[in-house]
Every structure is written in structure tokens, then in C-alpha cells.
T-cell receptor
Framework: GQQVMQIPQYQHVQEGEDFTTYCNSSTTLSNIQWYKQRPGGHPVFLIQLVKSGEVKKQKRLTFQFGEAKKNSSLHITATQTTDVGTYFCAGQAGTASKLTFGTGTRLQVTL | GAVVSQHPSWVICKSGTSVKIECRSLDFQATTMFWYRQFPKQSLMLMATSNEGSKATYEQGVEKDKFLINHASLTLSTLTVTSAHPEDSSFYIC?????????????FGPGTRLTVT
């Protein structure tokens, strides 16, 4: 079945440093979504990418969807302690099919 | 808009008892609802997909007789964990797709933390 892997599993940065998580799918995706889950909380939708090569920005967050629509990345510039949490990508193989969540990257930010 | 609620937010039950978790779309009609399970420090694993008025579709490895799903209306789906055991302790999260919206958009509930003693 479809598998979605993320690297790294965990990253610890100092506040102000940049952070990137990478997401790779075993199959071509129709779209990819990114979620953030704070410790003890539930996943919160961040963004969706649909087009090949698409790049979207939300303030300090930059999301990319690969040309082959099998990989994606999330880059955070100048991390803050509020960025702490686990970031999941989630892909759909078809427009009406189930979401397959990636393995997640846990981000820790310290002062 | 697009708010999904879950009840209860947490529950503790004894081994062998059954627990029902409700998932409601508060301000939209949900054509499809999804149930996920998340163990500590792990990702979300889809358990089943349910459409209003029809039987749920379970993912491989999920026992349909143990995890009963009922999608009785366009705003309510329930998950019943029957004869719960400690290994069923987990975070259960539902999500819903909106009728008339893009089929790829899912709105997540706040989750239910189940502890079986």
C-alpha cells in the first residue's frame, strides 16, 4: 500500500535557526496536505498543495510540492518556540481517496 | 465554519467494557467521516471510512466487529470500541469531508483519549 515517510524523525534547534522537514511518498499524489500537532493536541491543517512544483508561503513557513508529485517539504525560517510540535504531511492518491499520513517530524525549539 | 467536535474528549474504562465516541460536524453536512487512531509519538493511522447511511470501509488489520462505526446522519458518526482492552488505549480522532466542498478537504475533531484499565 501507499507509504509516506518523513525525515528527520526529530529535530532540535535553537530559536532563530531554520528547520526543514521532507516528505516522500511511494506513489504519485493528487495533493499533499501539511498538519501541525502540538503536544497533547490534535492535528491542525496548515496548507494543501495540488499542482506539480507548487510553492506556497505562510509567513515564515514555505511549502513545496515536487515536480513528480511524490515529495514535498516544509521549511520554517527563523524558528520560534511557538513552532514546537510535530509536523505531518498527508497525501491523497486520488481526489476522493483517503489521506495517508506521513511518519511525522517532531520539532523542538529552545532559547 | 467547518467545525468538528468529538465527545467525550477523554474517557477511562475498565477492560471488557464498551465505549462509544461521537463525532459531529457542527456547521456543515459531512458526506464522509474518517476515524483515525494515534498511539503515543506515532502518526495517525486510518481505521475506517464511513459514508452516511452505508457500511463503513475498514482498513486492513482493523477488526470491524471490535470497532463498530455508525454514520447515522450527515452530521454524526459514532465509533464504539467493544470489549475494550488495555492495548486499545489510544488517541482516537475523527475527520469529516464537507458535502459540496472539495473532496480532499478534511476537517479534524479534537480527538478522544481512551484509557483502558
Amino acid at each position: 500500500g501507499q507509504q509516506v515517510m518523513q525525515i528527520p524523525q526529530y529535530q532540535h534547534v535553537q530559536e532563530g535557526e531554520d528547520f526543514t522537514t521532507y516528505c516522500n511518498s511511494s506513489t504519485t499524489l493528487s495533493n499533499i496536505q501539511w498538519y501541525k500537532q502540538r503536544p497533547g493536541g490534535h492535528p491542525v491543517f496548515l496548507i494543501q498543495l495540488v499542482k506539480s512544483g507548487e510553492v506556497k508561503k505562510q509567513k515564515r513557513l514555505t511549502f513545496q510540492f515536487g515536480e513528480a508529485k511524490k515529495n514535498s517539504s516544509l521549511h520554517i525560517t527563523a524558528t520560534q518556540t511557538t513552532d514546537v510540535g510535530t509536523y505531518f504531511c498527508a497525501g491523497q492518491a486520488g481526489t476522493a481517496s483517503k489521506l495517508t499520513f506521513g511518519t511525522g517530524t517532531r520539532l523542538q525549539v529552545t532559547l | 465554519g467547518a467545525v468538528v467536535s468529538q465527545h467525550p474528549s477523554w474517557v477511562i474504562c475498565k477492560s471488557g467494557t464498551s465505549v462509544k465516541i461521537e463525532c459531529r460536524s457542527l456547521d456543515f453536512q459531512a458526506t464522509t467521516m474518517f476515524w483515525y487512531r494515534q498511539f503515543p509519538k506515532q502518526s495517525l493511522m486510518l481505521m475506517a471510512t464511513s459514508n452516511e447511511g452505508s457500511k463503513a470501509t475498514y482498513e486492513q488489520g482493523v477488526e470491524k466487529d471490535k470497532f463498530l462505526i455508525n454514520h447515522a446522519s450527515l452530521t454524526l458518526s459514532t465509533l464504539t470500541v467493544t470489549s475494550a482492552h488495555p492495548e486499545d488505549s489510544s488517541f482516537y480522532i475523527c475527520s469529516a469531508s464537507r458535502e459540496g466542498g472539495f473532496s480532499y478537504e478534511q476537517y479534524f475533531g479534537p480527538g478522544t483519549r481512551l484509557t483502558v484499565t
